[in-house]
């Protein structure tokens, strides 16, 4: 079992920046990457960005691409999401997740999630 907390919402107005975080302890090593997700009032999930815990490769949504930067700590089996200029529609509330195999894009390939901390951007 691995366990997810994040932590690092709030509220920020348009053009302003914040920085996500999520930890992860337990059977860490049950898992290759780690990702994270967004999901708005009325919509479906989806993807943001993922990073594979060895080589540190990422991917990122188009819609975030330039914008926001995830990191990963491996030490401290926790993962960053830099979060820059940020726009009203990037509103939602932000999961963590983490994976062994599969599309690193699909929330299907995650087996843990974390609760979510709520990101508001107001214009």
């Known amino acids: 079992q691995v366990r997810l907390v994040e932590s690092g919402g709030g509220l920020v107005q348009a053009g302003g920046s914040l920085r996500l975080s999520c930890a992860a302890s337990?059977?860490?090593?049950?898992?290759?990457?780690m990702g994270w997700f967004r999901q708005a009032p009325g919509k479906e999930r989806e993807f943001v960005a993922a990073?594979?815990?060895?080589?540190?490769?990422?991917i990122y949504a188009s819609a975030v691409n330039g914008r926001f930067t995830i990191s990963g700590d491996n030490a401290k089996n926790t993962v960053f999401l830099q979060m820059n200029s940020l726009k009203p529609e990037d509103t939602a509330a932000y999961y963590c997740?983490?994976?062994?195999?599969?599309?690193?894009?699909?929330?299907?390939?995650?087996?843990?999630w974390g609760q979510g901390t709520q990101v508001t951007v107001s214009s």
């Open positions: 990073i594979t815990w060895v080589g540190g490769g990422t």
């Open positions: 997740a983490a994976g062994l195999s599969g599309s690193h894009t699909s929330s299907y390939a995650y087996d843990y």
């Open positions: 337990g059977r860490t090593f049950s898992s290759n990457y």
